[in-house]
């Protein structure tokens, strides 16, 4: 192999890094985002919603939306977007971020009324190289986003039936 062999695919081989990083860091943003389409990223996980979450969810005509403000600017921190049939909800929990972000969607036509915890693609594709330590990360991250999107939603159901059982 000769030096300059050995410098194009070095070259090509941070290209690809580089790449990738632009990627990763473009899906991770556009998963976290109020905007765009509601089924984003891939299906990491999926549960069976309560009976409860999912009339509040048919119910409801309007999203749901938390923002936080820091220092001179304001973003959306926790949302439910409903468009058509179909629902995108995102909450993180206080003082915790992540480069790597979850929503939960459903799909309101689905006869079992899942909710998928969908994540970024390139950032499955990251983790998968590395040991249990990546392994580690990837569940205690999961486990936390996870239970901040089910504490939220779960809140908002109550809130809607304390709501509702005040004006009966």
Known sequence: MDDTSFLVEFLAGIMIFIGFGFWF???????SKYEGKIKRGIKIWGRELPYETQQFLLNLKADVVESKKVMFSEFKSA??????DEVVVFSTPRRYHSSWP??????LTSPNFELEYRGSLPGIIFLIPFTILGLIIFVVNFI???RAIDSFLENKTKEYFTVKEKII
């Open 144 to 146: 936390i986003q996870t």
């Open 102 to 107: 979850y929503v939960g969607y459903v799909d």
């Open 79 to 84: 949302f439910i977007r409903v468009r058509d």
């Open 25 to 31: 860091a473009i899906d991770s943003y556009s998963i």
